[in-house]
């Protein structure tokens, strides 16, 4: 079925290679799909461990020496694949035989290791030397383990016992939703749909084990 979506259209200019006469890029409108308020998703604080200072300028170096320049990809890479579909077009157009298979045909969409390692070996082995090693990296992602673990406080104040019981959960906001899965410990991205179905997971779960009490208690008449 048919739905409606918010878009926008943003003009796309021509672009032409005036040297060999030919258009590179059509000119029109490029289509992009806006998202819906649930598809926005917040970046979480706690990102866990970050890049030191010395890894990001060894990336950035590799980076620099993959740069390909002054290369067309359509006119100087051979792709057997797409040769081999454009002469069976051509064979069943013109009625000629078909294309025989050549195994050996040379494929310059392959990357050629020792070709990588001549161009940019010395700065993929800078980039290696500038990660953590392997037991640093293991404490970090213990202690961010931990951290989410503990989780933070849920100040919503929400009864979240009753609203489960009472099926009010999905009428929940987004906001009110990753309080309660933050103060858990659970995952927050996600559409509304997934955190209202990790919350509602999670609050069986607690009924299950005993752990999770009424907000408000009525007192006896």
Do not use: C, M
């Amino acid at each position: 079925t048919a739905s409606s979506r918010l878009a926008v259209a943003a003009p796309q200019a021509e672009d032409r290679d005036e040297e060999e006469d030919r258009q590179v890029t059509p000119p029109g409108f490029v289509v992009a799909l806006l998202p819906y308020e649930d598809d926005v998703r917040a970046v979480e604080d706690d990102v866990g461990a970050t890049a030191d200072e010395a890894t990001v300028d060894a990336a950035t170096d590799l980076i620099r020496h993959q740069h390909l320049r002054d290369v067309d990809f359509a006119r100087d890479f051979e792709n057997p694949s797409l040769s081999k579909f454009w002469a069976f077009v051509e064979s069943v157009a013109l009625g000629l035989p078909l294309p025989g298979t050549d195994e050996a045909e040379e494929d310059d969409t392959r990357n050629d290791p020792e070709e990588i390692l001549e161009v940019a070996g010395a700065q993929i082995e800078a980039l290696r030397l500038s990660l953590p090693k392997e037991e640093e990296r293991a404490a970090k992602s213990s202690a961010g383990q931990k951290r989410k673990a503990v989780g933070a406080a849920d100040d919503s104040g929400v009864d979240w016992l009753g609203l489960h019981k009472e099926g009010g959960v999905p009428d929940l906001t987004v906001d009110v939703l990753k309080k309660y899965l933050r103060s858990v410990g659970a995952k927050l991205g996600g559409r509304k749909a997934e955190l209202v179905e990790r919350v509602e997971s999670s609050i069986a779960e607690r009924i299950r084990e005993g752990s999770i009490k009424p907000l408000h208690t009525d007192q006896e008449e």
